[in-house]
């Protein structure tokens, strides 16, 4: 079956310091992976989507990126953490159009 | 790009009520979903509709492509709905998924 892990599930960090989250994908090949950002309140912001290895495409210019260093691991990143980073970080999967969340990122920058 | 509207922002209902969430999509989309997202944050995919209606348990939803809109029907409700409910829907020819802004349930006891 296929499974989704993201990691951690709560991190506090300091603005400046950098930041790696990482999401693997089990059970399934050349999945479309994806990051979204939920801020304070209820939207689902896009942040970046991968169809492939190393194939990244950014919808919002801000402070992260994201790179896809194998077909199952999707990994978030910022060299220096801004306040308004912090939200609530969701990873999801899709083959065709089927979508499975993981069960997020809580980011507290302080 | 398209853009995805949900009504009401807020529902509250007492336990066994039934109620009816509404989501409106501009320009054409090639697939609709709703997701309920639990107060633990975690999103569960409830129906991919992108026409027609579907049934599962207490829940069902209805998606009128040619009118732009789906309708989710929650009857007898449950504590356990309470969250966010959220629609979604890619524009064509894209893998791009956007959310709309999503209506919170709460179902007292």
């Known amino acids: 079956s296929q499974t989704i892990h993201q990691w951690p599930a709560t991190l506090v960090q300091p603005v400046g310091s950098p930041l790696s989250l990482e999401c693997t994908v089990e059970?399934?090949?050349?999945?479309?992976l994806y990051w979204y950002r939920q801020a304070a309140g209820r939207g689902l912001q896009l942040l970046f989507y991968s169809v492939g290895i190393g194939q990244i495409s950014s919808e919002v210019p801000q402070n992260l990126s994201a790179s896809r260093p194998q077909d199952r691991q999707f990994i978030l990143s910022s060299k220096k953490l801004l306040l308004s980073d912090s939200g609530f970080y969701l990873c999801?999967?899709?083959?065709?159009?089927?979508?499975?969340f993981g069960s997020g990122t809580r980011l507290t920058v302080v | 790009g398209i853009q995805v509207e949900q009504s009401p922002p807020d529902l509250i209902l007492q336990e066994g009520a039934n109620s009816t969430l509404r989501c409106n999509f501009s320009d054409s989309v090639n697939n609709l979903q709703w997701f309920h997202q639990n107060p633990w944050g975690q999103l569960i995919n409830l129906f991919y509709?992108?026409?027609g209606t579907k049934q599962n348990g207490r829940l069902s939803a209805t998606t009128v492509a040619t009118e732009r809109y789906s309708l989710l029907y929650i009857s007898s409700s449950q504590t356990t709905d309470s969250g966010v409910y959220f629609c979604?829907?890619?524009?064509?020819?894209?893998?791009?998924?956007?959310f709309g802004s999503g209506t919170r349930l709460l179902v007292r006891p």
């Open positions: 509709i992108p026409s």
């Open positions: 999801a999967w899709s083959v065709v159009y089927g979508y499975t």
């Open positions: 979604a829907a890619h524009e064509e020819s894209s893998y791009k998924l956007i």
């Open positions: 059970g399934t090949s050349n999945p479309n």
